[in-house]
Structures are given as structure tokens and as C-alpha cells.
């Protein structure tokens, strides 16, 4: 059964538009993929090699910014975007991992947040070439979003399969073996180096090319949204560790749990408060509902908090102490 | 010549803020051997501490220093005590995760300050806000000069604080090495919750004296969490004197940088500077003193 299991999952999701032809729901499912490939790309350098990044929207931007500007300045199609906006992403992650990998742990992730900084002001300040605030505006190549759907679907399916590859290859032992003690590690002769620089490199081309998906899909970038700190690279952060730290599957889990936990912020327990504020007329409840969809970040806030707390190997990780958790209750109340 | 000397005289009272900033951080970082990415966060709350008081009770910026810090510091030893000490017990992948939940906590004060006061940009008006006087040539502004003032004070009581008192003794020792420190019958656990709400403490002082002549908004503590890195990295990590160095150091280079480059980099000299240190000087300024 358990073996049938991402086949079966794959037959559904490959359906799920045909099915439910109701274009939010769609569009959910779309940023769902996106966010498999960036949380895909996270779990390489941050779950299995152990350099948390709080620089993913660096990556991410690079590859929404390269794909817009192709079509922008050149006039070529964005679509080309997804292959060179993955190279770019490498392209700033090599220089950066050369000389931030010096760093270790908590200050290679701060190192990461500052190149996140550094990123966000480029792309601000160099108007002739980026058009700063106002941002880049491209055509939508489609109109349905089944076309979206599936090329999402095939990215995210694409990085956890990559992934999944990688990590059964001796690649994804040394990438272990750093994470586990980097001293052992360079004391058996891995340039740990090096493939903190390789593991980097795939994650900053997954999150390229699920930024350069993101421009062609969205139509509109600026800088605030494609280089945000709390929207992409916290966000990302979140993905992994919510589904589970240095497992396969953990980013697709987290990538669900995260969008659907974004939906149900931004609009107010799924519009339970403005019904409620409707139903009873009472003003006090119409306030609530438009603080709460406003609280998005606190909500992520709250969470990060919470998770790290009582699940820090996330929903894949503590999958079984969460089971026996859930049963020993079930049990204790049964007996009583 | 003026245009230098006034830019040198900027930086500087700039940079020993910065230092008080750094201060806190280094020692956190010395302690705990975590960074606390909640830093600029706690600096915000104890500007909006500041900002109540006076603004509602019309009570002098720098009286409130004596509400904001011991509120800060309170607030500093319940974010350890019931936050952060917790997580060295649970077991994960990650070792950053005491580096995660700092993020999260920063984000958690910074959205519960937009709930309480909106994102509206907020100033303390004070008669002396926009006071200055003349050494020759050069003018100082009084609340910025008090202010450089203060935190100087600071970090000569710290340095006492740390080398003459026992706590301070405690917590140079838990820096130095956790285990002996512990079997020395240091209660480790103890040191570091008082580390961290006095780290909190000394950058509510920077963020109280900092009110009367700069302006606040909920999401200030992002790039003063980041000056307060960079002034770490520089001054060499957990080390108290390279902090006051650092700091130093970035307040000159954000000075110059803004006279002879563009307002513009501001934010980027303090990374550029940052990736330079890493490339030329890792360690930081702790490498050249030795302290």
C-alpha cells in the first residue's frame, strides 16, 4: 500500500483540474507546486547539508527578475526564464557560497539574510535596468490556469524527484556527513567546501526556476514581493521545517500545510469572521475579521514559534511520535 | 575640511550607539553561542515603550529609561526562560533552531506592534529634538550628543559590571566554556536568562535615547537586527570590546559612505563592509586587540 502511495497521489493530482474547474482552488494548487520546488531547494542546503538559509529570496528573485527582464528588454519569450533564471540564481549563489562559507551555522544564515538585503536593494536601486519600485509587467501567456497547473506540476514533481536522486547518490552522503559533524567530515578527506558550494548551487536553481514559474505566472513582480524576507525566505523556512527537516516528502507536506495556513490568514478563517459579522451584524466581529486578515505574518510568526517548539523535525519527521502521540490520547481517553 | 570633520563628528556619535547595540548582542552571542535575530525587535519595543510614556504621559525620553530597560529587561528573561532555554532540551536536526525561534519572536513583536499602533511613522518631540551648538566650524546636535553620551556611560558600567562584579564574572565564565563554568557551580541556565534580558536591556537604552531624534515604525528592528550583526561580525564574535569597535567602525563608514557616495547605501556600505571583514579579517577586530 505504502509503495502505491506516490503513485496514487500523482493519478490525483494529475486530475485535480479536470475535476475542480473552480480557478481558485487551481490557483492554490499552483502556489502549493511553486512552493515544493523553493522548500525542495531549502531542504538541500538547510535540511540535508545543515547551513540554514534565510536567503532564498535572493535565488527566488534572481530567477522571477531574469525571467522578467528577458521579456522586458529582449522581448523574448519568459518561458525562456525558466532555464536561465535557475542559471542566475547559481550565477549569485557561487560568489556568495565562495566567500559566505567561511561561515558557520548561525552565521552563514545571517550572512544568507544580508545577501537577501543586498538583492532587495540592487533590484530597488537600479532603476534603468529593473525599473526599481514600479516593478516589471508582463503578458500572461495563458489565460485557464490548467497550462500553469501543469508546468507547476511538473517543477515540483521534477525537484522532489531531483532531490530524491541526489540524495541517494554520494552527493547526498557528503551533503549528510557535513551536516552531521563538518569537522569528521573534512577529517575523511570531504572538501566540505566544495559540496556546501554543489549543495547550494541545486538549491538556489530549484528556487530560480520556481521564481522565474512565479513571473510567468503572476504576470507582475517588484521588489518587495519577489525579495521579501517574510513572504519568500521566511516562508521557505517554514515549508521545510513544517513538513520535515531533511526528509524527501517533508516539502511537498509543508508546502500544503503552509499555503493553506497562508489562505485561511489572509481571509479570515475562510470569511468565518465576516459571515459571523454579516450573521450577528455585530461591528465588533467585522473588525476582527479585517485585523485577522491583516495578521498573515503574525500568524507565521506564532507558528514558527509553536513548530520549533513542539515539532522541530517537522509533520514528516515526527510522523511517528505524532501517531503514537495521537493514539496514546485516543487510548488514555478510551480507558477512562 | 569641514565637510569631513563634520561627517567624522556624525560618525562617531552614531557609532558609540551603535556600540551599545552591538554590546548587547556580543554578549547574548558569547553566552549562548546563538545570534539573537530578535535584537533590533526588542530595540523597537523599547522605542514604542518610550514613545507611550511620552507621548501620553508626557514623561522626558530619558527618564523613561528608567521604565523601558527594566521592562525590557523583564521582557528579555521571559523570552529566554520560556523560549529559548526549553529548546536545548528538544532534540532536532537542525542546531539553529534557537537562531529560527529568535526570527519568529522578532516577527511575532513586530506584528503586534503594527496591531497596536498601525504602521504610521511615530516621533517624540522633545525642545531640545532639533537643538545644536558650534565647536568652531562644526555643529552638534545636543540630543545626539546626550544621547552618545549615555551609551558611553553604559559601556563603561557594563565593563565594570563584567569584570568586577560576580554575576559579571559568571557570565565571562559560561562564555568561556559552558561545561567547566557549570561544574565551577555557576547555574549556567540562570546566567544565560540574565544575559539575555541584560543584552535586552542595554539596546532598549540605545533604542530610549535614540527616540527624541529618529523616527519609528513597526519595522525598524529589521535593519537595526542587521546593524547589530554586522557590528558583531566586525568586532570578532562574543567579544565586548571589538562590539564598541565595531560599532565604531560601521558608524564612521555609514557617515562617509552618506556624504561621499549616496544616502542611497546607506543599508548596502554596512554589508559591503561586512563581506570585506570576511574576506580580509575573519574573526573581526577580536583577532588585532586580543581581549
Known amino acids: ?336 | 575640511m569641514e565637510v569631513f570633520l563634520q561627517t567624522l563628528v556624525a560618525g562617531i556619535l552614531k557609532g558609540g550607539l551603535y556600540g551599545l547595540i552591538g554590546i548587547g548582542m556580543s554578549l547574548i552571542m558569547g553566552v549562548m553561542g546563538i545570534i539573537n535575530l530578535a535584537h533590533g525587535q526588542l530595540m523597537m519595543v523599547a522605542m514604542y515603550v518610550t514613545f507611550v510614556l511620552s507621548h501620553y504621559l508626557g514623561i522626558d525620553p530619558y527618564i523613561s529609561l528608567f521604565v523601558s530597560m527594566p521592562a525590557l529587561f523583564f521582557l528579555g528573561v521571559v523570552i529566554q526562560k520560556y523560549t529559548l532555554n526549553p529548546l536545548m532540551e528538544v532534540d532536532s536536526i537542525l542546531p539553529e533552531n534557537q537562531v529560527l525561534m529568535t526570527v519568529g519572536i522578532g516577527m511575532v513583536l513586530t506584528e503586534i506592534a503594527r496591531f497596536i499602533f498601525t504602521s504610521d511613522y511615530k516621533s517624540v518631540q522633545t525642545n531640545y529634538s532639533d537643538a545644536t551648538f558650534y565647536l568652531g566650524e562644526i555643529s552638534f546636535s545636543v540630543a545626539l550628543v546626550i544621547a552618545f553620551c549615555i551609551a558611553i556611560g553604559f559601556t563603561l558600567f557594563m565593563f565594570w559590571f563584567l569584570l568586577k562584579t560576580d554575576i559579571g564574572r559568571s557570565i565571562r565564565a559560561t562564555a568561556q566554556d559552558k561545561d567547566a563554568a557549570l561544574l565551577m557551580g555557576v547555574n549556567s541556565k540562570r546566567i544565560t536568562v540574565i544575559t539575555f534580558g541584560l543584552g535586552s536591556a542595554l539596546v532598549a537604552a540605545a533604542g530610549t535615547v535614540l527616540m527624541p531624534i529618529y523616527y519609528l515604525f513597526p519595522d525598524i528592528g529589521g535593519p537595526f537586527t542587521r546593524k547589530a550583526f554586522v557590528i558583531t561580525i566586525l568586532g570578532g564574535l562574543g567579544s565586548t570590546v571589538g562590539a564598541i569597535f565595531g560599532g565604531l567602525t560601521l558608524g564612521l563608514a555609514e557617515a562617509f559612505g552618506a556624504t561621499y557616495i549616496g544616502m542611497a547605501y546607506d543599508d548596502m556600505i554596512g554589508l559591503l563592509i561586512f563581506i570585506l571583514v570576511l574576506l580580509f579579517l575573519p574573526g573581526g577586530f577580536k583577532r588585532l586587540t586580543k581581549i
Open chain 1, 1 to 336: 500500500m505504502k509503495k502505491f502511495m506516490p503513485l496514487i497521489l500523482l493519478i490525483i493530482l494529475i486530475i485535480f483540474p479536470l475535476v475542480i474547474q473552480n480557478a481558485y482552488y487551481q490557483h492554490l494548487m499552483i502556489l502549493v507546486f511553486i512552493w515544493v520546488a523553493i522548500g525542495s531547494g531549502w531542504n538541500v542546503i538547510a535540511g540535508f547539508t545543515g547551513q540554514v538559509s534565510f536567503g532564498d529570496a535572493a535565488f527566488f528573485g534572481t530567477g522571477a527578475y531574469t525571467a522578467g527582464l528577458l521579456a522586458h528588454h529582449f522581448q523574448i519569450s519568459a518561458w525562456w526564464g525558466m532555464a536561465f533564471g535557475g542559471i542566475m540564481a547559481m550565477a549569485v549563489a557561487f560568489p556568495f557560497g565562495w566567500i559566505c562559507f567561511r561561515l558557520r551555522g548561525a552565521y552563514f544564515a545571517l550572512a544568507s539574510l544580508a545577501l537577501n538585503e543586498v538583492c532587495r536593494h540592487i533590484a530597488t536601486i537600479a532603476e534603468p535596468l529593473t525599473q526599481g519600485m514600479v516593478g516589471i509587467l508582463i503578458m500572461p501567456t495563458f489565460v485557464s490556469k490548467i497550462p500553469y497547473y501543469y508546468i507547476a506540476f511538473v517543477l515540483a514533481v521534477i525537484s522532489v524527484v531531483f532531490v530524491q536522486v541526489v540524495m541517494q547518490s554520494k552527493w547526498g552522503y557528503y551533503f549528510l556527513s557535513i551536516r552531521e559533524d563538518q569537522d569528521a567530515a573534512e577529517s575523511l578527506g570531504i572538501d566540505t567546501h566544495r559540496y556546501k558550494m554543489v549543495s547550494l548551487n541545486i538549491a538556489a536553481f530549484l528556487t530560480g526556476m520556481a521564481g522565474a514559474l512565479f513571473m510567468n505566472y503572476m504576470g507582475f513582480i517588484d521588489p518587495e514581493v519577489v525579495f521579501s524576507l517574510h513572504d519568500i525566505s521566511i516562508m521557505a523556512i517554514l515549508v521545510g521545517i513544517v513538513g520535515g527537516v531533511g526528509t524527501i516528502y517533508g516539502p511537498a507536506v509543508g508546502a500544503f500545510v503552509m499555503v493553506g495556513v497562508h489562505e485561511f490568514f489572509r481571509t479570515g478563517f475562510f470569511g468565518f469572521f465576516k459571515g459571523m459579522a454579516a450573521l450577528t451584524g455585530s461591528d465588533f466581529l467585522n473588525v476582527a475579521a479585517k485585523y485577522i486578515s491583516h495578521a498573515h505574518v503574525l500568524g507565521f510568526g506564532i507558528l514558527v514559534v509553536l513548530v520549533i517548539l513542539y515539532l522541530p523535525n517537522g509533520i514528516v519527521g515526527d510522523w511517528n511520535k505524532l501517531i503514537g502521540r495521537f493514539f496514546s490520547i485516543t487510548k488514555k481517553e478510551a480507558a477512562t
